[in-house]
């Protein structure tokens, strides 16, 4: 497997890195364990928290550079990619702010003596994640379980090696102990040695169902625990009392932004049948306006894709969905004037339940647009998917938005407004979506020792 940034604006090989050696691997682990075993019996939290503070800092005043980093590597926009970074620092402040209470032991209630679960740290993780978001994807796992005192060790897309390598050495400036968190190129079959490892503990996996079902697998068979955050089907329901200004200011950011790249974009629209023709316009109104082009050019605000294989894999999709009946309302013709990985935004109607396209994720700037009669039929049509990432509710009575909101099978569900993630937001899905929680108290309890000490009413 070859680690390269390919830019996906020229399709210029920019940097390739050599893969990791077996010995390497092996040299980090024992690293890492070692370190963690410090951290464990020694504490060292006071420490730790000044490493986080310090990333912070360096993010923060480095936030341009990083991002032009991850937009070599992937393509996003130089102002959102800034955003991410911006978003990471904020990781930081809150973990520090957080974490003594987190890891404060809980008294546990009992009539038969005294009882207390101590919060402690479990060993060094496997962090297997993906290109989309390539700093905020790291930072999600990395820093609750560096606070905790479990280290890491990275195996990241293969598509954004600069931008995970400009992380772990973000990290290291930080003053991290080496073996916090090194960024290894590694082969699957070098992930799957790390996990069957006995100094390894768990495995967290951002990514897709094919990619979260191997290493699931490979985590089940050797007994380790596994967080899955995978893709999503994310549907957006337009209620009966919605504010559609609102609606028209939100919903085409949330289907574009990171060029549509996004688990939570909202992907499938829900519209009843007398605001369809009103929605389908607002959208294609939208859609008609971005500006393809240069990522780098603050004026540009459509991205190409991460890269070919991706603009190919959307194309066949769209290709099967109007195979299979779906019709093309706006969109889906070549972008012949620039190089780079363009895809022009689609918008598809007509997608019957039985095209193979219904229950498929489309990662890019395709948005899906659905009718229904009522809200009942909304809510069915929104349920019915594998996935169960998040999902968006539009209406102006906020008891009405809640009532649908809790009819939906999913993670999260955000009111009036797009996805959002806040370092304070539990973060994951249910069904193919995956299992496990990122950020908030729930993210650092993944990888968390809940250790019972009890003693007995004589
Ligand atoms: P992917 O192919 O599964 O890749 C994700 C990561 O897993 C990459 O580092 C990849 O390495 C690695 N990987 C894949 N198969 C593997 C295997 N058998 N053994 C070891 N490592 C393996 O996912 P993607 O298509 O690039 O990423 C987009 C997907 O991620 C979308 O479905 C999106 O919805 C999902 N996602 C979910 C969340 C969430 O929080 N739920 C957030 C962001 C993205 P290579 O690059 O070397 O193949």
Known sequence: MAYQTINPYTNKVEKTF???????????????????????????????????????????????????????????????AEGEVELCASFCDYYVAHVDQFLQPEVIATTSGRAKVLKQSLGVLVAVEPWNFPFYQIA???????????????????????????????????GAPEGSLTNLFLSYDQVNAAIADKRIVGVCLTGSERGGATVAKEAGANLKKSTMELGGNDAFIILDDADWDLVEKVAPAARLYNAGQVCTSSKRFIVLSKDYDRFLKILQDAFSKVKMGDPLDRTTTL???????????????????????????YGNQPVDDLDGQFFMPTILTDIAPDNPIFDTEMFGPVASVYKVDTEEEAIALANNSSYGLGNTIFSSDRDHAERVAAQIETGMTWINSGYASLPELPFGGVKNSGYGRELSSYGIEEFMGKHLIYEVRQ
């Open 18 to 80: 050599e893969n990791t050696s077996d010995e390497q691997l092996e040299k980090t682990i024992a690293t890492a364990h070692e370190l963690y075993k410090d951290w464990r019996f020694n504490d060292k939290l006071e420490e730790r928290k000044n490493v986080i503070l310090n990333l912070a800092k360096n993010l923060r005043e480095h936030k341009t550079e990083y991002a032009a980093i991850m937009t070599k590597d992937m393509g996003k926009l130089i102002g959102e």
């Open 140 to 174: 999600r796992v990395f820093i609750p379980n560096f606070l905790l005192g479990n280290p890491m060790i990275l195996k990241d897309a293969s598509n954004c090696p600069a931008s995970a390598q400009a992380f772990a050495d973000a990290v290291k400036e930080a």
């Open 303 to 329: 991205a190409p894709l991460s890269s070919k294989k991706a603009k190919e894999k959307l194309q066949s999709q769209v290709d099967l969905a109007v195979e299979n009946g779906a019709k093309v309302y």
